[in-house]
């Protein structure tokens, strides 16, 4: 029988959350915790810590991921998907076991839940539970879980249509910065991001010797009948090209309204991590660091991606103004990812969700403090990407390419209206700032599209000429 580390391994190397697919990967040991299920009991439950190796070069050589684990006597139904492997259990009494992903196994998760809501304290686990002020969630404690399929990164579980767990697959010692801001905002009171309901956190060994501790999971209220904004943003877009003879604001689906509200709503909710996480300054010489690394990122990207070397000098301006600039910058918790599928439109209006920051990143830098100038410039690409990821669809068809540029400046003022007016400042004014993280951002998306959707490349390399001649 195959060793019970390479059926982990194969497993790991199939998911979608399992960030090492760019190298060659070796599963170096699998650490468990304590038993969630009682002594006795089968399905038998516990957490998996999947110690494996990083990319070449990482600053940690081994990376480390939550892999939760359900022990059946015998094959289980409709858990073939979930499958990690089948071996010899020493710590069941040398029982012949099928391991599943206890996430997508119905009789296993309710362990979460019961944790969270009881406060349950195990060797090295620890659930807690919150008390949002005013909130009305009450989570039935026979409620039914289901596995979301919209999540990258993490493994998310809707609770009776109730409440939303979110498992964090890669983990990492210290806050979670989603965990951290999200609570922030629930205990001051805010009515922009989903009530947090509880957390677990967890201790395991730490590769080399000792013990890290982190979180593990995070509960949240789930938002029943939302859209999320990328959904939302390109339905407009469809009704636009559908009418390819009217102007963005004469279609019945013009969304300049909701982009409008969700500037708003983000700059309150930068206002209150602000208020309720604190604020700093970068001098001058925090910014010719940051336009340094700016530019090494372009540098890269231009070497690997001949298609990004006709922008590359006017990009590169950017960051040398950047470099340049001389007055002092507000920073603070910002979202650090945001873009419209980080954002869902209730019957309340808009939520922002998913603070964890870029998955690609450290804990250190998700959690560092940036200016909120980086959020608006990752919405205003996400306008230009909702409106020229269905011109594929119609190639060639000028008429349509004018109304999906249009379509994306219509709403990119409109969000900046928007968020001007909450915050008092209007981060087009801040030119140099925004362009230089634009530029950024751009670069990024060239990097991304070129390796995993090379039929989208020309949507961050239209931009980057754009930027380059400005």
Known sequence: MTSHLDQVQSFCASQRWFGEKGHDVHVEALATSAWLSDAGAWPAVRIGFVYCSGPPGAESPIRVYQLPLSYHREPADNLGHALVGEWVEQDLDDTEVWVYDALHDKEATPYWLDGITHDRQLDGLEF????????????????QSLVLTVEQSNTSLVFGDVA??????????????????????????????PAVLGSARGRGPRAGGGTDTGELAMLTAFQRNATDGWSFATSSVRDLYAEADLHAEEVGGDFAAESHRLGASTAQVHSELAKALGT??????????????????????????????????????WFDALAAYDQPVTVQRIHGDYHLGQVLRTIDGWKLIDFEGEPAKSLIERRALDTPVKDVAGMLRSFDYAARSLLADH????????????????????FCDGYAEVAGTDARHHDVLLNAF??????YEVLYEARNRPTWLQIPLSAAAQLAEQ
């Open 280 to 317: 700093d300054v970068w001098e001058p010489a925090k910014l010719v660091e940051h336009a340094s690394a700016m530019q090494r990122r372009l540098d890269h990207a231009a070497s690997v991606i001949p298609e990004l070397e006709p922008y590359r000098a006017g990009l590169g301006r």
């Open 395 to 414: 190639q060639g068809d000028q008429q349509i390419a004018y109304r999906a540029a249009e379509w994306a400046t219509r709403n990119q003022r409109a």
């Open 128 to 143: 807690h539970s919150v008390q949002a002020p005013d909130s009305t969630v009450e989570v039935p404690e026979d409620a």
């Open 164 to 193: 939303l767990l979110k498992v964090f697959r890669r983990l990492e010692p210290g806050s979670n910065p989603g965990v951290e801001i999200e609570s922030a905002l629930t205990e001051a009171g805010s009515d922009l991001v």
């Open 438 to 443: 634009l530029a950024d951002k751009v670069v």
